[in-house]
């Protein structure tokens, strides 16, 4: 995300020096400059790295783990029809989910792990403790804030409580009777990876 803000403030600097500089020429429409085509080559080279680094991470974790299958939440159309204003529209437009889901499909192969990807409506909005994920039990005013789920008294990470209603939701779509502990969903183990 730093990455991101870095090329994304340092490219808007050069582009409107540049564009002045044709305009101050005269120039109608200026071609983009070597300088620009280079910084967006960088963010891209960047960016790509840090997918390697992340998926590659959590592939080795799953190995050293012993996990056989990794379930994900399938968010690829999130933005289809949505209007979440100017600013969150443009961040949502830059996450490149396609490409994560690639790159750790792959890698996860290479260790024998299964991928799968899983439809993940109302599964941020449902308590961990209701007996489904579903509309019927989805209570959105839960979320209280950015990254708190508000249970009653209870206080749970609104991302982990996403990711284990995501785990739900694949264990009753595919017929999987097994119970999973709540431990560990207010507070989860936050994992930094190199830049």
């Known amino acids: 995300l730093e990455l991101?803000?870095?090329?994304?403030?340092?490219?808007a600097r050069v582009q409107a020096q540049w564009y002045g500089q044709q305009s101050g020429k005269g120039v109608k429409h200026p071609v983009t400059s070597k300088h620009i085509r280079k910084l967006y080559k960088r963010k891209q080279d960047s960016v790509?790295?840090?997918l390697h680094k992340i998926t590659r991470y959590l592939a080795e974790y799953c190995r050293e783990q012993g996990i056989t299958c990794v379930v994900t939440g399938d968010i690829r159309n999130i933005r289809r029809e949505k209007d979440l204003g100017h600013r969150t529209n443009q961040k949502f437009h830059?996450?490149?989910?396609?490409?994560?889901?690639i790159m750790l499909e792959y890698k996860l192969k290479r260790y024998g792990i299964r991928f799968v990807k899983q439809e993940e409506s109302y599964t941020s909005q449902c308590s961990p403790l209701s007996p489904e994920v579903g509309k019927r039990y989805a209570e959105p005013s839960n979320r209280?804030?950015?990254?708190?789920?508000?249970?009653?008294?209870?206080?749970?990470?609104?991302d982990a409580v996403g990711a284990y209603n995501i785990l739900r939701k694949y264990h009753s779509v595919s017929g999987v009777k097994k119970e999973l502990s709540v431990t560990g969903l207010k507070t989860p183990e936050i994992i930094k990876v190199a830049v």
């Open 4 to 11: 991101e803000r870095y090329f994304h403030k340092e490219i």
């Open 48 to 50: 790509t790295d840090y």
């Open 94 to 101: 830059n996450l490149p989910y396609n490409r994560i889901y």
């Open 144 to 158: 209280k804030e950015r990254g708190l789920y508000r249970d009653g008294n209870r206080v749970y990470n609104a």
